[in-house]
């Protein structure tokens, strides 16, 4: 409430210097504002729908599909097959912090440290313990990559709607 009266006394100090308040610019932007927003609602319902009916698609396919044509326990062994994947990634992603903690991290400097300093020890070991799992976070990065980009995509999908939230990544807010 006190920048707005400051803006209509004409006191700009707190805005950033790069924003340029034009009053015919703001009043337009103030009459567009109602039509964006109720576009931007359609539009987020629209997709968010669309985005709902494929997941739907995509888990009668993947579940209810199998179970009705080879039966629940065939489909249970081809889940769990496909689980244990995932399970391996998992246990391996904990044995490099185990073992890394143990066997190539120093020892604490203090005995109150909570951590081990940042310094390796059995350098030689290491480099070979770095050689063998390369191409396994190569896989793993991967994966990573791949789950990001749809943990993106879903917050775009959800954000969509929002018109007072941007949906883009900091730095390129101005493309929005």
Known sequence: RKHIKSLWAGDKKYLA??????????VVRLLKYPGYQI???MWGYLIIHMAMFT????FVYLVISPIREDGFLSWLLKLLTFL?????LFTLMKFQIIVIRLCFLQDKNLPQDKE????????KAFHNFNYFLFFFNVILGLGNCVLRLIKSSL??????SRIERTIMPQGFKKLD
């Not at 997941?55 to 995509?58: D, I, K, L, R, W």
């Not at 244990?84 to 391996?88: P, W």
């Not at 917050?155 to 969509?160: K, Y």
Request: proline share 6%; charged share 15%; net charge positive.
């Open 116 to 123: 081990k300093p940042l310094a390796l020890k059995n350098r």
């Open 39 to 41: 576009a931007f609602t």
């Open 155 to 160: 917050v775009a999908l959800m954000l969509l």
């Open 84 to 88: 244990t994947n995932f399970f391996i």
């Open 55 to 58: 997941a739907g698609m995509v």
């Open 17 to 26: 210097k790069k924003c340029n308040l034009r009053p015919a610019v703001s």
